[in-house]
């Protein structure tokens, strides 16, 4: 008797013991089931973190093409701007050419301090009528010291585009450059730079080249940039660029001034070769226009 009273004693405990496993099994199949819906909720997560990331970068490249189609738009319509307004100015000029001594007219002007005495000064290019021989342009200089006056050579390009461009610190001395445009071909422009010093204007030259005209912008094929060197006063950097099947990309060439009285005297040239971005250079970034590194930069006013 009594050991039949062990045995269901002891069948009895098995059966407890049993039950408290089953139990915890069926709790750690709840707590794995539970753990793997919170897994598969978290990749979820992580999926719909990927997807908006993707998304976002799809829609910062859409962003960048459109501000890229934004910037050529507003370049094309600024060309297409100056040159109507160039081809008034030229229309104002040659239609009186048989009338000599007529007033002439104001192609464009700005306005900073040139002289260097810290008061603002105006500059403007004048055209006046030749006779039969088209137009004439001097640039003209109102200081509070007096004027100052040079007229600009227009034979190469006939002064069809001429217009004053900027005002910019180029050099080291007091006062602004004056930088005017000379003339346009299908891509590139060229331009000429004026100092004032005693009263007096002068163009800067390069001691390299016997034309005082340098290059810039451009297209695919070819093209130029200046600009001043950061934190180097009165140095700049005349860069040209040409493609060339067989240096398999552009050849960029990069030549360095330093202003010395009324000169750039070459200080150096470096020639690159290959399959690079033009904005591996500071002088090509940004706009168009010339000298975008330069202190105290003042862009022209509206013409006329």
Request: charge should be neutral; include cysteine; glycine fraction near 10%.
């Amino acid at each position: 008797m009594r050991r039949t009273l062990v045995l269901v004693t002891a069948v009895g405990l098995t059966i407890a013991v049993v039950g408290i496993l089953i139990v915890k099994l069926d709790r750690s199949q709840d707590s794995l089931a539970a753990a793997r819906l919170r897994i598969s909720v978290l990749q979820d997560r992580v999926g719909d973190a990927v997807d908006a990331a993707d998304r976002s970068q799809e829609s910062a490249g859409r962003m960048k093409q459109r501000a890229g189609r934004f910037r050529i738009a507003r370049n094309q319509a600024r060309r297409l701007s100056w040159r109507l307004q160039d081809r008034l100015s030229e229309i104002s000029c040659f239609a009186d050419d048989n009338r000599p001594g007529r007033p002439g007219f104001v192609r464009g002007s700005l306005r900073g301090d040139i002289d260097g005495d810290g008061i603002d000064d105006l500059a403007r290019l004048v055209g006046t009528t030749a006779g039969g021989r088209g137009c004439s342009y001097t640039l003209e200089v109102a200081t509070q010291s007096g004027p100052a006056t040079t007229e600009i050579d227009v034979d190469s390009w006939g002064g069809k585009q001429m217009t004053p461009l900027l005002l910019a610190q180029i050099d080291a001395s007091p006062g602004l450059e004056i930088v005017v445009e000379i003339g346009r071909g299908a891509s590139s422009e060229s331009a000429q730079i004026f100092s004032m010093s005693e009263q007096s204007l002068h163009p800067l030259t390069f001691s390299d080249e016997p034309d005082p005209n340098f290059t810039f912008s451009g297209s695919v094929c070819c093209g130029g940039a200046i600009d001043c060197l950061p934190g180097q006063s009165g140095q700049i950097v005349l860069s040209s660029y040409g493609y060339n099947k067989s240096a398999d990309g552009y050849v960029v060439t990069r030549r360095f001034y330093q202003v010395q009285g009324s000169a750039f005297e070459l200080m150096d040239s470096q020639t690159y070769r290959g399959g690079f971005k033009l904005d591996r250079f500071p002088e090509f970034r940004g706009s168009d226009y010339p000298f975008q590194s330069c202190t105290d930069r003042i862009p022209r006013a509206k013409i006329g």
